[in-house]
């Protein structure tokens, strides 16, 4: 799928996400079906200059009168198009009456300009206009979305599409936005109230029944059950908790649009066509694949990789993967992406014709977590490492840049008490792992799934330092009493992290919880070491799975306060901590 | 309510204690948390600053639930129930536990405790009962207990009274959710009530005095609403029997219940 760059032609490639309604009408692809449409599909802005409206509008995405927060009267808001290289100047107009702000995830933009209120910016008042101004000096796909207060989820966000200064590696004829959100017709707040009240709550499948019971025994015998059940019971907890806020409030979208409205797209026979997937939910993290349609990664964060072939991804909240196919001329296919807990799917349809459609496959059963994801024991039990490291420890040798963290896995003093639930005993290195709910994809459908393993830098990692230091967080919390922490510390209660600015270090994230987290480390790249020192791949967002660790290499080039925390937006007020590069 | 200004004076004192002691213990727990953080901290940093994000995640909940309002027989009734004020570390509970049975009212209790998390699955509590029913001398008991959840999800809460007069008395209730289906649950409860001494107006005598089990069958309507049908059965034993039955009453009772749980 690679091929030698090609300059500036741009003629035969058609960038068609959201020209404006009037062309959907003239039957031009990338829309949903106009008469179903409920929310007015995001513009493509171009150009140095961009004029950003913030403000309330109604919405009706479910059948009830909602109302949300768009840019530009859009949601998703409009998508920016940039070239690399350029300095873009962006007028934030805030027609709420409340604070707001917009972060550009996964730029690399001076610090001021990075939009997180209190991290040398101080948001932007009602009625303010606030001017961002930076140079744009990487390409790919990207978004930004408020960082204020509970934003994100009434459909503040929008895609970001920088061209690259020289040839584009990859080779395509068609260009299509895919941003994936999650919307809800109870307020924010009411979500964040309901979880604090009862962590479970929008989890309403989390219980195995006295039927499911029953079929087990039958199934297996009473002493194999019994072998299954115990640890989770014991413990109170459940299998099936792969997800706290679930489709039991969630519609999933496609641009802004349900899957009853369909979002679709167009593509003439024989033509390669790019989808640049987002993840801008608030709390859903999607599996992603096209049935009977390979589909090659081509990059991932906005980063050029060595092209994978699969057949289905998992898209974690934040992450964006550029994928390219070449769909047969004579049908319809369905863009279909699960949330993880099963509770619902976004869809859309890739079609040669507007009125064809393919058929939406059935979803896959509950992902059940096993010992794997556990590789945990109750706090307060046997431990393996719960103490500071010994000096001998910490002086260890580092394991070489690329190949994650070989240090000991140690417990804080802190990681106790009412809010972690959870400490892993034996945490596995999760670049290999699709994941759970993935790996039997991988065995009953012989599905190719990928794996954070799979992803390689197209080209040679800048920079062949080895870590001089490793920096070991845990990721904990008590999901029943909805409490987040890092190393049991809430972000209220922590000091921030120092960098030094030109270090290279090795952070290393352990999943101390059940829940997959995405860890979002904002104005520095997460170098994640997949095996590879030479061919690093540049990430933004990073999946640190349950029971898991994760390590990627950081270089403290860019100097400010920078934040590292949770994607999911419900969890971030604890896992969240600054980055302050000195 | 009848409650003398000395009784009014010992709510405040219990009340003011207890969160004092509240506060200071989860001042201890920052400071403890700020020591062990190994990331040092930086000249003029204010730890837990406003990020926009962060401030949403930290504002005090309230929370009103009944577990219980229902119709006990032709002609009695319950209401359990409590709201509770505060942040993820210390709340402010005040709960209602009324029961009527057999054209009497047996319990009549009005709760004003300090909770605090001490577990990933347990609070301690301390405070204040104050016992409204006629057929008794009204009561007023020091509360200090335990609530939470043991292994294999069993909610229990185990409480300790202390009187001014000396008495004492100990409750343990148990409860467990078992799911029949996603929206159907059948919920048996135990409540066990001892004291540490005879009181013949109160019909309680020492030792296990009091046992109240049901059986409810709930339908999840809402998550936060299920209506209910159910069984009650409650009965003396020990010297609190020989009391009821010197004047004559019955020592048990079985009733078939309907109510719902609700919170919000
Ligand atoms: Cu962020």
Redesign the interface.
Known sequence: MTKPPRCGSVSRRTFVTGIGAGMALLGLPGFPNPARARVPPPTTLTGENFSLQVDQRAVNLTGQPRNAISVNGSIPGPILHWREGQTVTLNVLNQLDKNTSIHWYGIRVPNPMNGVPGLNFSGIRPGENFRYRFKVKQSGTYWYHSHSGFQRQQGLYGAIVIDPAGGDPVTYDRDYVVLLSDWSDESPQQIYSNLKKDGHYYNRRRHRTTTDLWRDVRAKGIEQTWRERHPWNFAGMSDRDVSDVTGYTYSYLINGQTPEDNWTALFAPGEIVRLRFINASAMTIFDLRIPDLDMTVVSADGQNIQPVRVDEFRLGTGETYDVVVKPSGDRAYTLFAQAIDRGGYARGTLTPAQNLSAEVPPMDPIPILDKRDMGFIRAGGARAADRQPTAEEQNAKLAPAGLGSNSPIVHQPTEKGHGVALRARAPQNGVDDPGVGLREHQQRHNRRILTYKDLRSLTPSLDRRQPQRELQLHLTGNPARYLWSIDGVKYKNATPILLAYGERLRITLVNDTLLTQPMHLHGLWSELETGDGEYLPRKHTVMVQPGAKISYLVNADNRGRWALHCQMLYRTYGIFREVRVV | MKRTPHTKATVIIVVTLCLQLGVQAAKA??Q???H???????EG?V????????????KP?A?LSLDQFERRGMNGAAIEGDFSYGD??NKVVLEVDFERGGGETEKNERWLVYSR?????WNFLAGFRHDLQRETTSRNWLAIGLAG?T???LEMDAVLFLARNGSTAFRLEGEYD?????KVSLVPRLELNFFGQNDEIAGSGSGLSQIETGLRLLYEIH?KFSPYIGVHHERVVGNAADFAREEGEKVYSTVWVIGFRV?F
């Open positions: 727990q920052n403890q948390d700020q062990h953080s190994f990331q040092s901290r930086s940093s730890a837990g600053e406003d990020h926009g994000m962060v401030g949403e995640g930290d909940v929370k993820d570390v998390s001490i577990s990933k699955d959840e292994p294999y999800s078992a799911k029949l289906a996603e998550p919170w």
